[in-house]
């Protein structure tokens, strides 16, 4: 599907392709009518046919229009035109976190712990408009040279139950940070958000994953029964307070984690 030289809504004038992720496809456009730069985010096509699915892109890009933070990206409009939906975002020329990872390895503590606290600060905005992220990952989090980041796709993320953990890029990107409860089908809450987060921040202190496997079946698995491997023992620099925010935030029962993302957010300042 190249949609580059298409104008949508009369006004988005769909100029390049600047990236791919597992459920859409995104394009630089140029917003005639205010005269700026926009992302456009466009569901695959194969997502495009389940019209559940284009309800519930339609309903959460809407609801995600409504946050207002500074470090979640803004969704400026969200629509369909000859079957295809899309939604309108700030565009960033920032990087993603895993393309910091994959450049740098482990991110030093300090900005670790500022980087958490922003995603941290982000979901509580969000948990307040009762909008949970459920794919919380480095691929849906820029960051800019200043350090400040911004969380993306509030719009596309979707819940994923045991019916969906098959082999799919979107989804062996996601089973890396899924919780227990959405791989075992039980959906999700803001406790799924917490969780994804700590073992997003185990990835930022160490440089890798805690749980690997061939299949995402395999990733799922070992989230709902082993026990999350020691940050301390990979970098002894790392303060006992800050793998404790880890555990907590990674229990395998909900009951066990932080009850709120702004518990967490205290404890990471």
């Excluded at 393309?99 to 941290?120: C, R, T």
């Amino acid at each position: 599907m190249d949609i580059v030289g298409k104008i949508l809504a009369g006004r988005y004038e769909i100029l390049e392709k600047i990236g791919e992720g597992g459920m859409a496809l995104v394009y630089k456009a140029r917003c005639n009518l205010l005269n700026r730069y926009v992302a456009v985010k466009v569901l695959k096509p194969e997502y495009a046919k389940d019209d559940t699915f284009v309800k519930r892109f339609r309903a959460e890009a809407q609801s995600a229009a409504s946050l207002a933070h500074p470090n979640i990206v803004s969704v400026y409009d969200v629509g369909s035109e000859d079957g295809i939906n899309y939604i309108v975002m700030e565009l960033l020329e920032s990087k993603t976190l895993k393309d910091y990872i994959e450049e740098h390895g482990a991110m030093p503590n300090d900005l670790v712990l500022k980087v958490s606290a922003q995603i941290a600060s982000a979901l509580e905005a969000a948990h307040k408009a009762h909008i949970i992220h459920r794919d919380i990952k480095p691929q849906n989090i820029m960051i800019e040279d200043n350090g400040r980041i911004k969380i993306t796709d509030f719009g596309i993320a979707m819940a994923l139950n045991s019916t969906q953990l098959t082999q799919t890029n979107s989804v062996m990107g996601s089973v890396h940070y899924l919780p227990p409860e959405q791989a075992n089908g039980k959906g999700s809450t803001v406790k799924s958000d917490i969780y994804s987060l700590g073992i997003l921040m185990y990835e930022l202190l160490t440089g890798s994953v805690p749980f690997k496997g061939d299949t995402a079946v395999e990733i799922a698995l070992k989230h709902m029964k082993e026990k999350i491997p020691s940050v301390r023992k990979q970098n002894p620099t790392i303060p006992q307070s800050v793998e404790n925010i880890i555990l907590k935030a990674t229990a395998k029962n909900p009951k066990n984690r932080y009850d709120s993302v702004r518990e967490m957010y205290n404890d990471l300042q």
